[in-house]
């Protein structure tokens, strides 16, 4: 059992804000609610709080609607932590922490002594009980949200429910407040129904996530699931690469700058020069985009799936010789490659670590080099070199075959240019 929202429409006056929103959320589960400004994050919270009725449709918690609990009841199973924390009165941190046990106090009763221990120990958990004689006033943003999220907890909630919790606070206390809560979903089975601005939070924190836009939803999943280039594209018009962060392997969206989305490029030459890069790592990077930039078609490969080069490719559209994620290069991927080296003009050999699993894209520059294809490689193959000596002995054939041999990438796309006057 859990809190189930089901074809929920809300409004504001005439205008709808809400269409058909249709999710559920377990216990122990941490749900990120996302969207671009304007997508009834907001909205929804109100909606689950009764703070705004739904025009139509139902939200349940534990198969019963929330709408027939009364008030009181209601305060004591539903936590809401707002958007604006902001204080104007003089209390000090326990007494706002207090306020939190009103759904259990009778008129005019006095919180006790059981009461106070709540308090302590819900600040506690939230690491701030040693501001408790503190004015609230002078707390930093930080320390005020983990105070009022504190305060929330001594309602003793099964749900609770933040808006923006992490906005407008240093990176420590965004880690701070996304791990604690995590920590309550796992450690007392809360379910924590949160908006977040910080795609990278919410996918790090996250079990689930719902993509909202224009008062739809349009994804609902696991962070995979839902960041996705496409999804980002649709809902927030903004151009992203998501990759695994190298550390956590949880997605991760970097944002990709306008000036780097490619309009009407100019080739440098009348002929539309063909070059396949052989990198990997990132080490493809930089030169994908700058050659393609500068009008030429490129090509890559071979990269392993998830590679940050093979999501830049994908990006950039490029045609692409792909292996699976962390394996070595196959039988069936070489061939491919050999085939796709045979029509081009150019082959660039990056500056990637060589291991035994990449080997072979040396040896596919040195098909290349026979074939007489240009082939530019980049100096310094000693310290990169993780085969045992097997890949400084391929990059000495190359340059005995006369292969380039380039310090940078301003000196190799000087050599490419001259490549390319030659031709002409």
């Given at each position: 059992?859990?809190?189930?929202?089901?074809?929920?429409?809300?409004?504001?006056?005439?205008?709808?804000?809400?269409?058909?929103i249709n999710f559920e959320a377990a216990r122990g589960e941490f749900l990120g609610i996302i969207g671009p400004n304007g997508s009834g994050k907001t909205t929804l919270l109100r909606a689950i709080t009764r703070i705004l009725y739904p025009a139509k449709g139902a939200i349940m918690l534990d198969g019963r609607s929330i709408y027939g609990l009364d008030a009181r009841e209601f305060a004591r199973r539903f936590a809401l932590v707002p958007q604006d924390t902001a204080v104007n009165f003089e209390f000090s941190a326990l007494d706002i922490v207090l306020m939190g046990r009103n759904p259990y106090l009778n008129r005019w009763e006095l919180e006790s002594k059981k009461d106070i221990e709540i308090?302590?120990?819900c600040m506690e958990l939230t690491s701030c009980w040693h501001l408790a004689?503190?004015?609230i006033t002078e707390l930093s943003g930080g320390e005020r949200q983990l105070v009022v999220i504190a305060r929330a907890l001594?309602?003793?909630?099964?749900?609770?429910?933040?808006?923006?919790?992490?906005?407008?606070?240093?990176?420590?206390?965004?880690?701070?407040?996304?791990?604690?809560l995590k920590r309550l979903t796992t450690e007392k089975r809360?379910?924590?129904?949160?908006?977040?601005?910080?795609?990278?939070?919410?996918?790090l924190y996250c079990d689930r996530l719902v993509l909202l836009h224009r008062g739809r939803v349009v994804a609902i999943g696991n962070p995979d699931q839902v960041l996705t280039p496409e999804h980002i594209k649709t809902t927030f018009g903004a151009d992203v690469i998501v990759n695994r962060h190298v550390i956590t392997n949880h997605c991760h969206v970097s944002p990709v700058p306008a000036s780097a989305i490619l309009h009407d490029v100019k080739p440098e030459s009348d002929h539309r020069t063909t070059v396949h890069l052989i990198c990997g790592g990132g080490t493809g990077a930089p030169l994908m985009h700058s050659l393609t930039m500068k009008g030429y078609e490129v090509s890559a490969g071979?990269?392993?799936?998830?590679?940050?080069?093979?999501?830049?490719?994908?990006?950039?559209?490029?045609?692409?010789v792909r292996e699976a994620p962390?394996?070595?290069?196959?039988?069936?991927?070489?061939?491919?490659?050999?085939?796709l080296i045979r029509n081009v003009d150019v082959v660039i050999v990056c500056d990637m670590p060589i291991g035994m699993g990449n080997l072979r894209n040396l040896e596919a520059a040195a098909v290349a080099s026979e074939m007489g294809k240009p082939v530019l490689i980049f100096n310094g193959i000693e310290t990169r070199?993780?085969?045992?000596?097997?890949?400084?002995?391929?990059?000495?054939?190359?340059?005995n075959r006369g292969a380039i041999p380039v310090r940078d990438t301003m000196e190799l796309l000087d050599k490419l240019r001259d490549i390319i006057e030659d031709r002409e």
């Open positions: 059992m859990g809190l189930k929202v089901e074809d929920v429409d809300a409004c504001y006056g005439a205008r709808q804000v809400l269409a058909s308090a302590r120990e004689d503190r004015p001594t309602q003793e909630p099964d749900v609770l429910l933040l808006d923006e919790p992490t906005s407008h606070l240093d990176i420590n206390y965004q880690i701070e407040i996304m791990e604690l809360l379910i924590v129904i949160a908006v977040i601005h910080d795609l990278n939070l919410a996918a071979v990269l392993n799936m998830l590679d940050t080069d093979y999501e830049l490719a994908q990006f950039l559209r490029l045609r692409v962390f394996s070595p290069i196959g039988e069936k991927a070489f061939r491919e490659l050999l085939t070199d993780f085969t045992g000596g097997e890949a400084t002995k391929l990059f000495d054939a190359l340059k």
